[in-house]
């Protein structure tokens, strides 16, 4: 009975040892997809970087989780990226690198946080925002004591006082029409306007308010 035991101890023993083996053996993978901007039409001229990154101990005495960067490529014309790689068994993520394009604060950011699964052919789309900024240009041309402009933008506000003759910037998505709202007041006078302006994408879009 006990040399059974044995045998059978020694059996599961060989059966669990290959199968941690087989955990830390690294896999052929590969990840592939479409980077997409959410402009119908536009295409950004310059190659936008993808890279594959893998979960490592931070390091620090707190615990916890850092990245570190396993390959590189880029995107072709057509938006499209694949990666192979051999895949250990950690966490593995694509991300979208836009430090190339101006203005863009996406930069190595995550994208839907979608992890790429060990040992397989995966396809993770990628989406950048097209952030765009407004600067905007307010000038009192006909200043009177009291003066005050509004401004809201897609919820980000700001008031300009007296002769007024400055710029703001706003956030905002390209590759449409948005409105800057304003409210013009002095004393018992207020007066409402609407103003509509086309974003263009991954820029700044420059527009002159006169009151």
Known sequence: MKTNFFIFLGSM???FSTACNKDKKALPTTVEGYVYNGVEGFAWDKPIEVILVKEVASGSWVGGTGEETVATTYADSNGYYHIDFKAENVRHWVRICASGIPLHHNY?????GTPV????????????????WLKLHVENVNYQIGDELHINFRNQKKVFYGPANDTAIFFGSGGGNTFVKTLFRNNQTVIKKRDTVYLTPFDTTYHKLEY
């Open 108 to 112: 190595c950011n995550s994208v839907d």
């Open 13 to 15: 023993l060989i059966l």
């Open 117 to 132: 699964e060990r040992g397989t052919k995966q396809k993770i789309d990628l989406y950048l925002p097209p952030y765009s």
